[in-house]
């Protein structure tokens, strides 16, 4: 019980301390938009849904999305089982190339990563509203970080 109410209070705290992500998105100029559905209970139609909310909120930051880019901003949208609930998992990612300095490999990194997990209601509303706000809160970063 006692670590019941330990998890609660850290959880308000951390919602009220408004507290950025550990990722830092100084010098995105460009990336390429990708949504993906990784269910055939979801209807094709919000792949283009999605893809035209990231190019709009790119054109809002002057995020070039236009040319191919090895680094790319994804919806991936899946349903998971929690318990006996079937939930709608959606992340928002940013992933690219980078080089580790020590063994000098190329490897592919998550540079940006933001989900939630939801419990659906009304599919089309609960999408569109969890993706706004995922959207929103990468472009509130991003206008922090590149101030």
Do not use: C, W
Not at 27 to 43: A, H, M
Not at 54 to 73: A, D
Not at 127 to 145: I, P
């Amino acid at each position: 019980m006692k670590s019941i109410k330990i998890f609660v209070f850290l959880s308000i705290f951390a919602m009220f301390a408004n507290a950025q992500t550990p990722f830092e998105l100084n010098g995105v100029k460009s990336y390429y938009p990708v949504v993906e559905l990784n269910s055939d209970k979801i209807d094709k139609k919000y792949k283009q849904i999605l893809l035209d909310m990231i190019v709009q909120t790119s054109t809002e930051l002057e995020i070039n999305t236009q040319n191919f880019s090895t680094r790319s901003l994804a919806f991936l949208i899946s349903y998971i089982g929690v318990g006996d609930t079937i939930a709608l998992k959606i992340e928002l990612m940013l992933g690219e190339n980078a080089t580790r300095l020590d063994t000098k490999d190329n490897i592919f990194v998550i540079s940006y990563m933001s989900s939630r997990i939801l419990v659906v209601e009304d599919l089309e509303s609960d999408l569109l509203e969890t993706a706004e706000e995922l959207l929103h809160n990468f472009a509130l970063q991003y206008k922090d970080d590149n101030l």
